[in-house]
């Protein structure tokens, strides 16, 4: 199976016939047709709306049970991440993988799920959280073309050529970011999803840090951005000054406290002597 390059970029020529046009066109602000309708593991139909419950952010991975290779280099890479993440998955966001093979059959489905739910202990959530569902051609076309994923079946070998992807998509279902590599690096994927999650998880820290931050679509991750390091700067130093004058304003505003209760004290003594005599 073969994978885009981690370029991001349109392929160059000279490529296998099998492997032209597969690609990603990264769809940024883009929502993704949460009307239609696909099918869980467990056989229930439901709509792509049921795994978006306004709160949490969704990494959505487009893959399918009988891939020779990509898909399981892919899984194992973001169980891995998902694994040793410090954010919650179930309570901090949820993972949809949908199958681009309209022929798989929820049994077939679920036993995916129960393997890469398996590669992931520490999260002990992941059986309800990551779910795993097959749709019929028409609806995956919808999401594909919604998420600019484009992929081509070989007639010849009867498998799937397609890129590699994750989508971070909003708690609305809104497309915030992508990920086109094959292994996760924890902080670039935490990142993603706090960014996704529009201030719903990760701590105030985190929260500024990623005002510090812009996704590059170009290397699909997010990036320091100078202006808003200079602004963040500029209230720190601010905010070190105020707390290192706050102690000497203190200590003013009580010598003055004591010296007008001085002055009063001698005020009121002259008062009662004088209305002695």
Known sequence: MWAQPDTGVQLNEGIPAQAEGVTVDQHLGTRLPLDEQV???SGHTV?????????????VTLNYSDCPMLCSVQLNALSRTLNEMDLDLGNDFRVLTVSIDPNEKPER????????V????DQPRAGEAWHFATASESTIEKLTDALGFRYRFDKITKEYNHPAMLAFVSPEGVITSYSLRVDFPVE?????????????????VDRIIMWCL????????????AWKLMRLGGALT???????????????????????EA???QETSATDGGADE
């Open 39 to 41: 099918v869980d593991s």
């Open 47 to 59: 709509t792509l709306e049921h795994y978006f419950d306004g709160q949490r952010p969704v990494i």
């Open 109 to 116: 489905s679920r036993e995916t799920q129960q393997l890469y």
């Open 118 to 121: 398996d590669q992931v202990p």
């Open 188 to 204: 670039d994927m935490k990142r993603s999803l706090i960014a996704a999650g529009d201030g719903t998880i990760g701590s105030p």
């Open 214 to 225: 812009s996704y590059d679509p170009d290397r699909g991750r997010y990036v320091a951005v």
């Open 238 to 260: 601010v905010a070190v000054i105020l707390l290192g004058l706050t102690p000497y304003w203190i200590g003013k505003r009580r010598k003055s406290l004591t010296g007008a």
């Open 263 to 265: 002055n009063e004290d």
